[in-house]
């Protein structure tokens, strides 16, 4: 049923050509098999962490056709994303990046997926893990019959996590970067375009950062957090709910980047609506006492306030001075 | 791309006619929003641990048609299998059973997957949670095209886990309890026998129990320790592999529970071969120091010597006095 558990990549690949013990081998020369505050890494049932306080798990599910397409990515991109997009929600709940950060990745291997890809998608995991000083300790590997996926669980800790939960009247709502990049350059990606700005998107939208350090430093001041991976007013929502508030925001205050700005225009496309609605940008959302805005903006250069919560319930966006509705409130992915 | 990350089923499941946030509702009152040593579980982007010492960390996937036939199996049984099996690798380091285990669930629900289904598969996730001392604290659901799958990710903590490598020539080879019951099983489901022998092996397939607490105990004066889901001779392997030694193994001192033997006879199977190569069973396989022995008697009533270790690699099976090599060492699930 699970093999040699913690040894990543490790089972059932007789179908891809890789055999266990041999890519055991390659995995652990990949990934290590111990590290600092990670005395067991790949290579056993479990593997062992040291740890203090109050860890944070989370876990992730990416399926091909469903949440991205590998006619549109590299295998290093499906990698990284998958491990960037599960970081995030550390990110979001202000993760210590002072302390280990490790990654547990669960793969699917479709019929057609020959060795070569899964070593490119596991040195896409490897890039990823070494951009965010995470720790890839163990995994599982599976055969399918159906499309491949890619399950990632993150471990992290903080003396003081920030929640969804906390946010209260008055407070400041600012997001960390612009948005809607990712967006259009998904959109650039499924046309082909390959000039510079569109590149620049496309980049975005494969290769996510978790912003684990802006989170850390977030979490000294904001009240409630929260990553936006679904679309800037439907995360907003969830926040809201969860803290029992309301929320208004100014779509005009949104930060988007000027190439997003340019590549939308030239394919007809919405750069607002695109920000406020599809997500993949894996910008942070938080709110902000108003007196804790002004320390934080030289450590979280791109800090933006974009709107204020409020008692009232629900979200309420306005865009050129008037209440906005947009097309979706979050992006479903239609694939 | 992963909503409300850490509600456990909670999205993209308009298919199966679940909406999200009534999702939540329901899975926060099945599996508790917090609980002793969980400050925050589900509903956030990350669930919230205390933890202290060394933690144990594990995650495992089941596919529909690779890993489990959902012709055979109740949606609880699938539930609760796929946490027991994974919960079965905590217990194979020796979590210690006096501090919080918990577990993040990751689904994959096909098109095919109604609401009723979902409800039901939980239900087998919390009926194996209580009865395992473990804490659901998360999770995540998507939609596939593909088939049902289910990533679990468990989380436990020991002062001093015991590993697969640490055996040493001349430790006896022993194991917690009766072999081949859960092989024997499946062959009963397929067949479709009824009678009280059959479904006590059936039992042992569908609902297998994680042996945290014997594990626990074993930790203490183990060596070495792995659990059997693949197949004794494999995962025997597997250890000897880890510890750099071999071992000699007498499968006419396996442990193999009556019902299993008569089920297997009328069927025309060799329960010995069963109980030597098919796994499933989840009962743990420990290296002692001759010494260690008698004191875990007591402690661990079912524990049974079957070889002992020694320098040369290798597993070299006995039956009958004589050198047996089994049809395969490890079970290859062919569904």
Chains 1, 2 share one sequence.
């Not at 709502?173 to 998107?201: K, M, N």
């Amino acid at each position: 049923l699970k093999k040699v558990t913690m040894a990543f990549f490790n089972i059932l690949l007789e179908g891809v050509g890789v055999r266990e013990f041999e890519w055991i081998q390659k995995a652990a020369a990949l990934f290590g098999r111990k590290h600092e505050g990670v005395p067991v890494g790949i290579g056993d049932d479990c593997a062992v962490l040291d740890c203090a306080g109050s860890m944070l798990v989370s876990i992730d599910t990416v399926v091909d056709g469903v949440h991205l397409d590998r006619r549109l990515l590299a295998p290093e991109d499906v990698g990284w994303r998958a491990l960037a997009t599960a970081l995030s929600d550390l990110a979001a709940n202000g993760a210590d990046v002072r302390r280990p950060i490790s990654a547990l990745i669960s793969l699917q291997c479709p019929a057609d997926f020959v060795e070569a890809e899964l070593l490119r998608l596991a040195t896409g995991v490897r890039e990823c893990a070494e951009a965010h000083g995470c720790r890839v300790v163990g995994g599982d590997t599976v055969r399918t019959p159906g499309p491949m996926a890619l399950t990632v669980a993150v471990i992290g800790s903080s003396d003081r996590p920030v929640l969804r939960r906390g946010a209260r009247p008055g407070d400041l709502l600012a997001v960390t970067g612009p948005l809607g990049s990712a967006g259009v350059g998904l959109h650039a990606l499924r046309r082909g375009l390959t000039d510079e700005h569109a590149q620049r998107c496309a980049a975005a939208y494969r290769r996510p950062a978790a912003l684990l350090a802006t989170g850390a430093v977030l979490s000294q001041r904001a009240t409630a957090m929260i990553d936006i991976s679904d679309g800037l007013l439907q995360d907003l929502g969830h926040l809201c709910a969860a803290s029992e508030v309301g929320a208004t925001v100014d779509l005009d205050r949104v930060p988007i980047d000027a190439a997003a700005r340019e590549v939308a225009a030239r394919l007809g496309l919405d750069a607002v609506e695109i920000a406020a609605s599809f997500g993949d940008d894996y910008q942070l959302l938080a709110c902000l006492h108003p007196s804790g805005l002004e320390p934080l903006q030289s450590l979280a250069p791109g800090l933006t306030v974009i709107g204020e919560m409020r008692a009232a319930p629900g979200v309420e966006a306005q865009r050129g001075g008037r209440p906005y509705e947009p097309q979706r409130r979050g992006y479903e992915h239609e694939w």
